[in-house]
């Protein structure tokens, strides 16, 4: 079946850090990828996706690039702000199942 | 556009006790998703509506969960009796069309904590 691995959390980085939070997948057929945040408090959220193989994802200084090779959609940011301080979700959708499958999600902590 | 209503925020019920979940989806989103997320997971998948159509319900738990979309628009969710593993945080979402080019756009979830 379908399942989504994230790196295993927190993650409390200082303001300006470079940040990648790590996402591997198995699925079957060509899955559509996608990150999710959640920021305290609230509903959560599309951040980015991807739909095809060496497609990249990017919104508010975040990018994602679909890998197919190592299967795996890093999410990465060059310099991360207090404000980005949330729960990030790596997510797969197959057309299969039209389901949406996501990881467990990863708690980011940015310091001033 | 007004986004997707949950209510309510917090239900805590003792178990064995009924309890119901309401959401109401975007405008015009023919999609609507009810998922389970328990502490430190990602959301789970309970059940999909097309319209007023259950299309995918089979993670849903049918001998204590229920949902029902009247009329293709809102939703109810209920659980009856509630048992402790129970607790979680429901989310309700919904979008123009079951495809992956239609995102999901999530509510605010309502938490649940069954004693």
């Known amino acids: 079946g379908n399942s989504v691995t994230q790196m295993e959390g927190p993650v409390t980085l200082s303001e300006e850090a470079f940040l990648t939070i790590n996402c591997t997948y198995t699925a079957t057929g060509y899955p559509s990828l996608f990150w999710y945040v959640q920021y305290p408090g609230e509903g959560l959220q599309l951040l980015l996706k991807?739909?095809?193989?060496?497609d990249k994802g990017s919104n508010k200084g975040f990018e994602a690039t679909y890998r197919k090779e190592t299967t795996s959609f890093h999410l990465e940011k060059g310099s991360v702000q207090v404000s980005d301080s949330a729960v990030y979700f790596c997510a797969l959708f197959t057309g299969a199942n039209s389901k949406l499958t996501f990881g467990k999600g990863i708690t980011l902590s940015v310091r001033p | 556009e007004a986004g997707v209503v949950q209510s309510p925020r917090y239900k805590i019920i003792e178990k064995k006790q009924p309890v119901a979940f309401w959401c109401n989806p975007i405008?015009?989103?023919?999609?609507l998703y009810w998922y389970r997320q328990n502490l430190g997971q990602g959301p789970e998948l309970l059940i999909r509506?097309?319209?007023?159509?259950?299309?995918?319900d089979s993670q849903l738990p049918k001998d204590r969960f229920s949902a029902e979309r009247l009329k293709g628009v809102d939703s109810t969710l209920k659980i009856q009796p509630a048992e402790l593993g129970d607790s979680a945080v429901y989310l309700c979402a919904s979008s123009l069309e079951g495809g992956s080019n239609s995102p999901l756009h999530f509510g605010n979830g309502t938490r649940l904590t069954v004693t």
């Open positions: 991807a739909t095809k193989a060496d």
């Open positions: 509506y097309e319209n007023e159509e259950a299309v995918d």
């Open positions: 405008s015009g989103h023919n999609t």
